[in-house]
Nanobody
């Protein structure tokens, strides 16, 4: 089993920055971590992913150039640095883990955190 705990959400204004963290624990090996988000009435969508070993990254087009995913292997923590935030970035952000490779699909991840709310006002 893997436990994931997100933190760092909040209310910011358009153009501001925010950093999310996801601390992973448990005995199950995971190969990659992802961030997803879900706005009210919308499906959960991919944001970014990173592999633990190589640090390979993968971004959704909507956040490329504004968001940066990173990891600290010693702390088993993944980060999502979000810059130039827009109102359309408002959503609950979820951290996810997989023992498979990088994926942009919800079904590609087995373990999920509880989510953290990010609200961007205009």
């Amino acid at each position: 089993q893997v436990q994931l705990v997100e933190s760092g959400g909040g209310l910011v204004q358009a153009g501001d920055s925010l950093s999310l963290s996801c601390a992973a624990s448990g005995r199950t090996f995971t190969n990659a971590m992802g961030w997803f988000r879900q706005a009210p009435g919308a499906e959960r969508e991919f944001v970014a992913a990173i592999s633990w070993i190589l640090g390979s990254t993968y971004y959704a087009d909507s956040v490329k150039g504004r968001f940066t995913i990173s990891r600290d292997n010693e702390k088993n923590t993944v980060y999502l640095q979000m810059n130039s935030l827009k109102p359309e970035d408002t959503a609950v952000y979820y951290c996810a883990a997989t023992s498979r490779g990088l994926s942009n699909r919800v079904a590609g991840y087995k373990y999920w955190g509880q989510g953290t709310q990010v609200t961007v006002s205009s």
